[in-house]
């Protein structure tokens, strides 16, 4: 299996914005064939600042994941500024 963990600084003042969009980006990845997991947590005492966890059955899924419709829905609605900055850890689960 495939994780993947994003941690996402947002804009402030969209923050209902990209809330929307993420929830969006989550059922809908949660219905891809081999996502097994897509979590998004809003941080306690930073509420713009979010971590997604994700998990694929193998990197084929993941792959299938990064050129779906409702991903690159999400690509185009964030690249506007409404992310400040992105780290992300891709890895395989080895237990």
Request: charged share 25%.
């Amino acid at each position: 299996m495939i994780s993947l963990v994003v941690i996402l600084e947002v804009s402030p003042a969209r923050l209902d914005e990209f809330i929307s969009y993420v929830r969006e980006q989550s059922t809908a990845s949660c219905l891809e064939p081999g996502c097994r997991r897509f979590e998004v947590s809003q941080k306690l005492d930073q509420e713009n600042v979010f971590t997604l966890a994700e998990l694929y059955d193998d990197q084929a899924a993941l792959d299938a994941h990064l050129v779906s419709p409702h991903f690159l829905q999400w690509r185009e609605r964030v690249s506007d500024g409404l992310i400040l900055s992105k780290t992300s850890v891709r890895g395989q689960v080895i237990q």
